[in-house]
């Protein structure tokens, strides 16, 4: 009974350990806005990214002033949205991963429903710096009709309300658990350790549930990345590339994390296993040896040779008496 429970306890804290590296990931990328920042920036330079912004852009500015009545050939203004942003697209990418950022705070806090829009679009990139940085742009190219452009608040969605709410239970359930889920894996992990009576198994079986929980978490990644991001991408939303990019940033810690302790588990489950008495077993008693050579049956230790016991009375009787020399014949010699 020590031993099964020592078993489900490791299994417990086996379970755990990748809701635990989640939350430490959830807590470091996604809800601190420095670390999403700095994660997210690097993007800017990103060809399917840049490419998808500046072109959604260009759509848009390019339906503006055809409802003024210009004139406009999209492949220009897409022409102008890419090679005239210059360095200046940086600094927009970086302020409108702010504001979606922020946004998604509101929504893992529980406040996005007091947002009309963020209720009613879910979470999604503001591509209005994007928009008044190429309508500068088409100015200073002399299209004077540029200036005429309206303001519009053009957005990229990128998570539906529906998924919106469902993250704020699950990341919010995360972030709330982080530090308790933390502690609890590896201490649960020790705790089984020290129930199990064969701690030579017990260590195999946490270095592999170690990483077959490691595992899964890569499945479900893999699940999420080329199955359900291809399939839900919104209309009104980025291209599928970038999207794409934009995932495999944001998970690259986290995917990083699990490949080291799925490397780890195995490393331990392996080196236990060969080690084999490197941690103290039960004792057991040697088996019947066979003679070298021999094929016969196994040849059994030789008993131990039986101590003389004393002459037993009824053989004592069957003896004739004899009766004892006098001592003075003796030391005469006869």
Not at 176 to 183: E, M
Not at 201 to 215: E, F, P, Q, R, Y
């Amino acid at each position: 009974m020590r031993t099964l429970i020592g078993s489900l306890v490791i299994a417990i804290g086996c379970l755990l350990a990748p809701l635990a590296l989640m939350a430490g990931w959830a807590a470091s990328e996604v809800a601190d806005p420095g670390g999403y920042l700095r994660t997210m920036a690097p993007l800017a330079g990103h060809p399917a990214v840049r490419q998808a912004v500046t072109e959604q852009v260009a759509d848009e500015v390019t339906l503006r002033l055809r409802e003024l009545g210009v004139p406009a050939r999209g492949e220009l203004i897409r022409e102008t949205a890419r090679t005239g942003s210059g360095d200046d697209f940086a600094a927009a990418w970086v302020e409108i991963n702010r504001v979606a950022h922020r946004r998604f705070l509101a929504v893992l806090g529980g406040g996005g429903g007091s947002d009309p829009f963020t209720r009613r679009e879910g979470v999604g990139y503001d591509l209005a710096p994007m928009y008044e940085l190429v309508k500068q742009r088409l100015r200073q190219t002399g299209l004077e009709a540029a200036g005429r452009l309206p303001d519009t608040r053009l957005t990229a969605r990128l998570i539906p309300p529906s998924v919106a709410n469902g993250a704020h239970h699950v990341c919010g359930g995360l972030l709330s658990l982080r530090w308790i889920l933390a502690g609890a894996s590896p201490l649960l992990i020790a705790v089984g350790m020290f129930l199990v009576r064969d701690r030579h198994v017990g260590l195999i079986g946490a270095g592999l549930g170690t990483a077959l929980g490691m595992l899964v978490l890569a499945i479900t990644l893999s699940a999420l990345r080329n199955v359900y991001l291809p399939e839900s991408t919104p209309r009104d939303g980025l291209r599928v590339g970038a999207l794409l990019a934009m995932f495999d940033t944001l998970t690259g810690s986290l995917r990083s994390g699990l490949r080291v302790l799925f490397g780890l588990g195995l490393a331990v489950a392996a080196a236990t296993f060969i080690a084999g008495n490197g941690l103290t077993r039960p004792d057991r008693a040697p088996g019947p040896s066979t003679v070298p050579g021999d094929s016969g049956p196994p040849v059994a230790p030789a008993s131990p040779v039986p101590s003389v016991s004393p002459v037993s009375p009824l053989v004592q009787e069957s003896v004739p008496h004899q009766p004892a020399a006098p001592a003075k014949d003796v030391a005469e010699g006869r």
